[in-house]
């Protein structure tokens, strides 16, 4: 199968395009592993899932403890809040 200029200049265009993408997409992927070691000091996207996984558990107890003391408050001041 033979490809005319005009082919061939629409096929190298489109993968010069693909090219520039996918070196965008390489330097914002550096970048972002960049903020992730700076701010989180996570070496890698394991570490990173790892570390949001114990924060996802902090939330789920501190959540647990809000709500245990807010309803010990609302119960020990009931009185005072229903005037």
């Given at each position: 199968?033979?490809?005319?200029?005009?082919?061939?200049?629409k096929?190298?265009?489109r993968?010069?395009?693909?090219?520039?993408?996918?070196?965008?997409?390489?330097?914002?992927?550096?970048?972002?592993?960049?903020?992730?070691?700076?701010d989180?000091?996570?070496?890698?996207?394991?570490?990173?899932?790892?570390?949001?996984?114990?924060?996802?558990?902090?939330?789920?107890?501190?959540?647990?403890?809000?709500?245990?003391?807010?309803?010990?408050?609302?119960?020990?001041?009931?009185?005072?809040?229903?005037?």
């Amino acid at each position: 199968m033979a490809i005319n200029l005009k082919q061939y200049n629409k096929w190298k265009k489109r993968v010069e395009e693909l090219q520039t993408e996918a070196d965008k997409a390489e330097g914002k992927l550096e970048q972002l592993m960049t903020e992730l070691k700076d701010d989180f000091e996570c070496e890698d996207l394991e570490e990173a899932e790892d570390l949001l996984e114990g924060l996802r558990k902090d939330e789920v107890k501190a959540q647990h403890a809000y709500e245990k003391e807010s309803a010990k408050f609302e119960k020990e001041w009931e009185e005072v809040l229903n005037e």
